[in-house]
């Protein structure tokens, strides 16, 4: 069993920057990749960024060059910088994690005023 805490969402206005942390425990030797999603009102849920295992990244068009996915493993953490925030990126933020299973965390919500 894999559990994965978000932590870091706030409301920051448009131009500002957060940190979103995503802390796993359990299992963590068999995650294999983590992402996170978010999910606006009344939309569906989206990839924003993922990261493997070896390191390889991918990131969602709308956030290329303003956000950045990277991993701490000797914490256990995952983070999403997320700077030059806008309006749109307005969501609830969740934590992926593929291991054997599929795990989410409970999601953060950030909001960005314009």
């Known amino acids: 069993q894999v559990q994965l805490v978000e932590s870091g969402g706030g409301l920051v206005q448009a131009g500002g920057s957060l940190r979103l942390s995503c802390a796993a425990s359990g299992s963590t030797f068999t995650i294999n990749y983590i992402a996170w999603y978010r999910q606006a009102p009344e939309k569906q849920r989206e990839l924003v960024a993922s990261?493997?295992?070896?390191?390889?990244?991918n990131y969602a068009d709308s956030v290329k060059g303003r956000f950045t996915i990277s991993r701490d493993n000797a914490k256990n953490t995952v983070y999403l910088q997320m700077n030059s925030l806008k309006p749109e990126d307005t969501a609830v933020y969740y934590c992926f994690a593929l291991s054997v299973k599929n795990y989410w965390g409970q999601g953060t919500q950030v909001t960005v005023s314009s």
């Open positions: 990261i493997w295992n070896g390191g390889i990244t």
